[in-house]
């Protein structure tokens, strides 16, 4: 079936740069999402996003952190500045509509390590 | 708080046996419960989902059974096949209130030949 793709897979990265996560979302796809999961832990919402806006986000969704889709290509999460405890995986997602039984497609994660 | 737990991290069941996976949720206004299947370093797949006006939903060796006064749902896999081997993840959302699903912390199933 359709896939979302993140780039890259792995990212390392010092502490304190600026790091940006790409997702390529199903193509006729319409919200976009990012989810986190530490090491041992349970995937976590961060944020959705429709319509070129931030629908909603969550507490970990920290004020270094911004989303944007700019004229329809790569779904980015941008980190800037970077802290060790941003070390996880992050998971893009996308769906056609607004809630989980909309064809909701994840990606295979961008393992990101903050050094 | 965690709003979804599996309280069992790992599973262990024969070939051809029944596995049965369980999910506690917190939030009394979940009305959409979903199970996802992931391989190591691939992204979570949907198995099998089920709204909160329904009990139970069943797709081929795969039957979801909710229990809303006790705030859970299980997954049941019948004639379990190695190819099962692999995490699995419970998830659930309140479908009035915006698109963010709450993930438990998956549990690994091991299907033995």
């Known amino acids: 079936g359709p896939k979302v793709l993140q780039i890259p897979s792995h990212q390392i990265i010092d502490m304190g740069q600026m790091v940006t996560l790409n997702c390529d979302p199903v193509?006729?796809?319409?919200?976009f999402y990012w989810y986190k999961q530490i090491l041992g832990q349970q995937m976590e919402f961060l944020v959705n996003?429709?319509?070129?806006?931030?629908?909603?986000k969550s507490k970990l969704f920290k004020d270094q952190f911004s989303v944007e889709r700019p004229d329809g290509s790569y779904f980015t999460l941008k980190i800037q500045p970077t802290a060790l405890e941003d070390s996880a995986v992050y998971f893009c997602?996308?769906?056609?509509?607004?809630?989980?039984?909309?064809?909701?497609?994840f990606g295979s994660g961008t393992r990101l390590l903050v050094i | 708080g965690q709003q979804v737990k599996q309280s069992s991290p790992s599973l262990t069941v024969q070939e051809g046996g029944i596995s049965i996976l369980n999910c506690d949720y917190e939030?009394?206004?979940?009305?959409?419960f979903a199970w996802y299947k992931k391989y190591p370093d691939n992204s979570p797949t949907l198995l099998i989902s089920?709204?909160?006006?329904?009990d139970k939903r069943e797709d081929g060796r795969l039957t979801v059974f909710l229990n809303k006064s006790g705030k859970h749902f299980s997954l049941h896999i019948t004639a379990s096949q190695p190819e099962d081997t692999a995490v699995y993840l419970c998830?659930?959302?309140?479908?009035?209130?915006?698109?963010?699903?709450?993930f438990g912390k998956g549990a690994k199933l091991t299907v033995s030949p």
């Open positions: 998830a659930a959302e309140q479908q009035g209130t915006g698109s963010k699903l709450s």
């Open positions: 939030n009394d206004m979940f009305d959409y």
């Open positions: 089920v709204r909160s006006n329904v």
């Open positions: 996003f429709y319509n070129g806006k931030v629908m909603e």
């Open positions: 997602a996308s769906s056609l509509g607004r809630y989980a039984n909309s064809d909701y497609t």
């Open positions: 193509s006729n796809h319409l919200y």
